[in-house]
Structures are given as C-alpha cells and as structure tokens.
C-alpha cells in the first residue's frame, strides 16, 4: 500500500466501538430477512407457487451471504484480519453464485406469476409481473458490481468496507416489501417501501457523519446513485414499452 493510500485509509479509520456498527448492519439484514421471509415458509397456505429447488437454493445462498458478512465483520472485530482475507477470497465464489441463482430465479418466479409468497399483493398490480421483475435484477446486478469493487479495493479498508455494507444493502428492497407485505394496511401503501430503502443507503453516511463528523465520498455519492437509480427504474424504466419488450425476451 503506497504512502497517499495509507494517510487516506487512516483519516477513516474504526476504533472498537466504531467497528461494531458493520455488525450492528449485518445483523440487522439476518433479521430483517428472518422476519420477511420466514411467515410463508412455516405457513405455506397463502403462498402463490410452490417451492423449487432453484428458490430453495437461491434462499440459502443468499441468507449465507448475509453470515458471510457478519462473520466478517466479526473478524476484524476480533483483530483475525488474515482469516477475514482467506474468507473473502473464498466468499467470491458464494457471490458468482449468488448472481447466477438471483437471475435465474428472477426469470423463473415471472413466468410463474411473480409474486410466489403471496406477500407482496401483486395479483391486481396494473404494471404486471414483467414490469416488477427489474426490481431484483437491478438489485442482483448492483451486488455483483459492488462485491467486485469491494474486492478490488480490498487493501483500502475504508473504501472496502463501505462497498461490501452497500452491496448487502442493494438486497434489502425484496425482504423490506415483503415484510410490509405481511401487513394488509401497509400493503396497500407500497411507496412505503421506499422509506426503508433511503433509510438503509443512508446508515452509512449517518454513521459517518457522527463518527467522522463528515462523510466519506462512498457513503455519500454511492447512496445517492443507488437511490436515484431505484426510483428512475420505479418510475421510467420499468413501466416502459421498451423494458417490457427486454424482460418479454428474457422469459420467453
């Protein structure tokens, strides 16, 4: 690591108490996922489409993903820094496989009618199954940029970190509707969701701002990107002719 890298990674850096707020985020996702997900699988009577492996499959990966990064950030906390490289060289793999099963899965659920739960109350949905898929694609395809841009800046640990928080993040807007799903009066609000979403792109810079008393340039320009990017899809390209063209393509 050269000298500018060293003096830019050290304004940044964590103390104890400091770093237990990338576990406090892990955690936060395990349960969120947890309490979304875990209603329509003990109690499958509501549910839309049975299970496939391919869903199976695509919920354990993605729940071992969200262990993953609390290990991790469990790992630093306890100063094991060689065994948190090992895992996240190892973990590169789980990620690959986390986007091919995310497309695949995606692809599948349209076909069937999209919303297999029966949590998010899409049945009258005037947009369609089409149109509401873009939303875990986006999602996947953010993952696997930010996994990749956290890997790449692995020996920048202030840069690392904040991209690995994001990419767990990006996949939080599918538990979120879900959890609001299970509410019949939320449910019928579903802009609701978007408060969840700018809560969540937003933790980082909070916690920049209290512990840092500014915020870092990943925490700020990236929460922003991603949210505008969200609602652009939300709002332009997904009721669009032309997306609905594309994702006719992809299910055919």
């Given at each position: 690591?050269?000298?500018?890298?060293?003096r830019?990674?050290?304004?940044?850096t964590d103390?104890?108490v400091?770093?237990?707020?990338?576990?406090?985020?892990?955690a936060?996702?395990?349960?969120?996922?947890?309490?979304?997900?875990t209603?329509?699988?003990?109690?499958?009577?509501?549910?839309?489409?049975?299970?496939?492996?391919?869903?199976?499959?695509?919920?354990i990966?993605?729940?071992?993903w969200?262990?993953v990064?609390l290990?991790?950030?469990?790992?630093?906390?306890?100063?094991?820094?060689?065994?948190?490289?090992?895992l996240?060289?190892?973990?590169?793999l789980l990620?690959?496989?986390?986007?091919v099963?995310?497309?695949?899965?995606?692809?599948e659920m349209?076909?069937?009618?999209?919303?297999?739960?029966?949590?998010?109350?899409l049945?009258?949905?005037?947009?369609?199954?089409?149109?509401?898929m873009?939303f875990?694609?986006?999602?996947v395809?953010?993952?696997g940029?930010?996994?990749?841009?956290g890997?790449?800046?692995?020996?920048r640990?202030?840069?690392?970190?904040?991209?690995?928080?994001?990419?767990?993040?990006v996949?939080?807007?599918?538990p979120?509707?879900?959890f609001?799903?299970h509410?019949?009066?939320?449910r019928?609000?579903?802009v609701?969701?978007i408060?969840?979403?700018?809560?969540?792109?937003a933790?980082?810079?909070i916690?920049?701002r209290?512990?840092?008393r500014?915020?870092?340039?990943?925490?700020?320009?990236?929460?922003?990107?991603?949210f505008?990017i969200d609602?652009l899809?939300a709002?332009?390209?997904?009721?669009?002719?032309?997306?609905?063209r594309?994702a006719?393509w992809?299910i055919?």
């Amino acid at each position: 690591m050269n000298v500018t890298a060293t003096r830019a990674t050290g304004r940044w850096t964590d103390t104890s108490v400091g770093r237990w707020f990338y576990a406090a985020m892990g955690a936060a996702c395990i349960l969120v996922a947890i309490a979304s997900f875990t209603p329509s699988i003990l109690n499958p009577s509501n549910r839309l489409g049975s299970f496939t492996w391919i869903v199976a499959a695509h919920g354990i990966v993605f729940f071992a993903w969200l262990l993953v990064f609390l290990m991790q950030t469990l790992l630093v906390q306890a100063g094991r820094i060689a065994t948190h490289r090992s895992l996240g060289t190892a973990s590169m793999l789980l990620a690959a496989g986390m986007v091919v099963l995310g497309y695949v899965t995606t692809i599948e659920m349209t076909r069937r009618g999209f919303d297999l739960s029966g949590d998010l109350g899409l049945k009258s949905d005037p947009l369609g199954p089409v149109a509401q898929m873009i939303f875990p694609l986006l999602d996947v395809f953010e993952f696997g940029i930010l996994v990749a841009a956290g890997y790449w800046y692995r020996r920048r640990a202030d840069i690392h970190k904040r991209l690995m928080l994001f990419a767990v993040v990006v996949m939080l807007p599918a538990p979120f509707a879900h959890f609001i799903g299970h509410s019949p009066l939320l449910r019928t609000h579903g802009v609701i969701v978007i408060l969840p979403i700018a809560i969540s792109l937003a933790a980082s810079a909070i916690y920049d701002r209290i512990r840092f008393r500014r915020i870092h340039p990943v925490s700020l320009w990236l929460g922003i990107v991603l949210f505008v990017i969200d609602n652009l899809c939300a709002v332009v390209i997904g009721p669009s002719a032309a997306w609905r063209r594309f994702a006719g393509w992809l299910i055919s």
